[in-house]
């Protein structure tokens, strides 16, 4: 009536043969009772608990094992989740994992907000996945609170060492008491870091058992997988390999999922150094751009060339016989670049005269012979030099053609 107990356990002859080595027991075995022998045919280990105290238990490790196999499986679940989100162009935090910190989630509930509706729908999915999961972590605790006490195992650790502490460091019993319950009861040898080793002492009894926990395999696949091997290969070191494959297996599975993720995690930040140095050519060839402009506009000159006679007619100019030829209007200029060129051609014709007799720069600040100086007059193109460029680039200038 025991087959359904979800934990697969060693009988003692496998604590010993892994003992051995280096302890003996003090008291010599006794026989077991037929309530031992009938748990440890249905693949639970107990001590000196009966059948029906056992067989009370087993419900609710069975849920318990479950509850972590679903935990997992969403956690999977994620994952491939994300995986899917980040191959789609989508981009997350490089320490997002399968378990969301209330930060993660604040995050990934506010790209919602401005993403597509597939990629949204995506992360709507890693959000309810992790809430169930944290109801599942409930659960575990609500489970745990009805069981009784567990230790899980690291990496090294031993089925009758745990008990032993338990009993002796915990329960304040004597070392040879400890030692007459430990001897009595079936262990799981060997243990997988992250087994569940369960022990229970009261009133009621004692007993010990076994649940997957956070291990990467379950007691029953390390049992099964010891029961496949070889007869040669039979004792704690044989054993102990034969868990270790089933182990590695495991890890090997997982890190290859972990792998993927991480291969598109580098691919997406790629992606986004590519963005960023994109971006950051297109920024420096502006800042380039922007200081050319800046240069060219602390050495431009602003600049309007005409004859007397168009500039008068478009109100540029003023004459008078008092205060003489004046520059009225400083609309519609031309820049000069005095960094590139520090000389002006006057064509005649450009201007409706057929040669340039006279040249007249407005206003009267500028100097003939000092500021400037004017070559090629009486001819059809003359030449203005400029020979004082900085006080050029104070002020607006006229050149008043006149044949």
């Known amino acids: 009536m025991f087959r359904h107990f ?28 037929p ?14 608990m009966t059948a029906e105290q056992v067989e009370s238990l087993a419900p609710l490790s069975a849920e318990l094992d479950g509850v972590h196999r679903e935990i997992k499986s969403k956690q999977e679940g994620i994952a ?12 997350l935090p490089p320490d997002l994992s399968t378990d969301l910190t209330i930060e993660q989630r604040e995050i990934l509930s506010e790209k919602i907000e401005n993403e597509k509706r597939s990629q949204a729908n995506l992360l709507r999915r890693v959000l309810e996945t992790d809430t169930e999961i944290s109801d599942l972590k409930f659960n575990i605790l609500k489970l745990q609170s009805q069981l009784p006490h567990f230790v899980t195992a690291k990496e090294g650790d031993r089925h009758d060492r745990i008990m032993m502490d338990y009993l002796v460091g ?43 926990g956070t291990a990467e395999a379950s007691p029953q696949e390390v049992q099964e997988r010891i029961l496949q091997e070889p007869k040669s290969e039979s004792g704690a070191r044989g054993k102990a390999a034969a868990a270790k494959v089933v182990y590695i297996e495991r890890r ?54 005409g004859s007397k006679k168009e500039l008068k007619k478009k109100g540029v100019i003023s004459t008078s016989l008092f205060k003489g030829m004046r520059m009225k209007s400083l609309e519609g200029f031309e820049f000069m670049d005095l960094g590139a060129s520090n000389e002006l051609l006057l064509d005649s014709s450009a201007y409706g005269l057929s040669k340039v007799k006279k040249v ?23 030449r203005l030099s400029i020979l004082n460029p900085d006080k050029f680039r104070q002020f607006k200038f006229v050149v008043v053609l006149e044949q």
């Open 170 to 212: 915990e329960m304040r019993l004597p070392a040879n008491q400890a030692w007459d319950l430990v001897y009595q009861a079936d262990l799981q040898q060997p243990l997988l870091a992250g087994f569940n080793v369960w022990i229970q002492y009261d009133d009621s009894g004692f007993g010990t058992w076994v649940t997957q």
């Open 80 to 91: 491939d989740v994300i995986k899917t989100y980040q191959a789609k162009g989508g981009q």
């Open 360 to 382: 007249t720069l407005l206003p009267k600040v500028f100097q003939q012979g000092t500021d400037y100086e004017v070559h090629g007059l009486q001819s059809k193109t003359a």
């Open 252 to 305: 090997a599975k997982d890190l290859s999922r972990d792998v993927a993720l991480l291969e598109s995690k580098r691919a997406a930040l790629q992606k986004q150094v590519d963005e960023l140095s994109a971006e950051e050519e297109a920024i420096l060839a502006q800042l380039s751009a922007v200081k050319a402009s800046l240069a060219s506009a602390e050495n431009a000159t602003r600049y309007l060339v």
């Open 35 to 48: 309530n031992q022998e009938l748990a440890s045919n249905a693949g639970t280990n107990v001590g000196n």
């Open 6 to 33: 979800p934990v697969l356990l060693s009988v003692l002859s496998l604590a010993l043969a892994s003992c051995g080595d280096e302890a003996a027991s003090p008291n010599p075995r006794p026989n077991p009772s």
